[in-house]
Structures are given as structure tokens and as C-alpha cells.
């Protein structure tokens, strides 16, 4: 059981890596302070591993430089008001609505076809 959980974890970190270069593809700067460098993907919900679709979701992500990222972990409800002034209170549920849904087994070796299909049509 154990490296079962273990290679499922091996294999969604995997899948973060990929992730993380489609969205620094599509992202250029910081959607806090509009920094380019030391960029890094900040989930608007919680990412899970019980959760994927969720983990994976480009609406569940922005973009924060490192210090951006940092800050907004560190001032929670500076944060929560960034987040409703960037994205709006809707899509917050919407993403609040789609964490609360009843979790839906995802193959990663599914998902990481997409996503790697996702990342060469970016690069094309």
C-alpha cells in the first residue's frame, strides 16, 4: 500500500512539473506587482492529491513572483481581498463549488497526456 501511495505521489509531482512549465509559457509576470523573474504558481483552492482536476484547473491558479507568493501566504486576509479583487467573488465560488463536488477517480497517466499534449501544442 505504501508504494502504491508513494508512486502515486512520485507521479503527481510529475504532473506539477508539467504544469508549471504550460503555465510559465503562458504567464509572464507576476499578477500581483508585475515582477518576471522567480515566478511561481499560487492555487487559489487548496491543491489535494484527492483533488486533481482541481490541482490541474488554469482557472485555480494565478501567477506571484516569489515575494508576492510569500506575502500572500503570510497575510491571509490581505490575500483573500487580492484574490476577490483580481478574480472576482463568482469564480471564486465556481472554484469553491468545484472543490466541494464529489471527487471523481482521475487516471494520471491520462492526465499527464493531456498535459504534455497541452505543452507541445504551446511550444509549437
Known sequence: MKKRKNARMAQI??????FSKIMHN????????GKIINLQIHHII???TKNIE???????????????HFWLHRHMILGVI????KIGVKK???LLKKYLKPRVEVSL????KELKEEFNNANK
Open 92 to 94: 471564486i465560488v465556481m
Open 54 to 68: 482541481l490541482r490541474f484547473d488554469e482557472e485555480n491558479i494565478i501567477m506571484l513572483c516569489a515575494g508576492c
Open 82 to 85: 487580492f484574490l476577490i479583487q
Open 109 to 112: 497517466t491520462d492526465l499527464e
Open 46 to 48: 487548496e491543491k489535494d
Open 13 to 18: 509531482r510529475k504532473l506539477d512539473r508539467i
Open 26 to 33: 503562458k504567464t509572464f509576470k507576476c499578477e500581483r506587482c
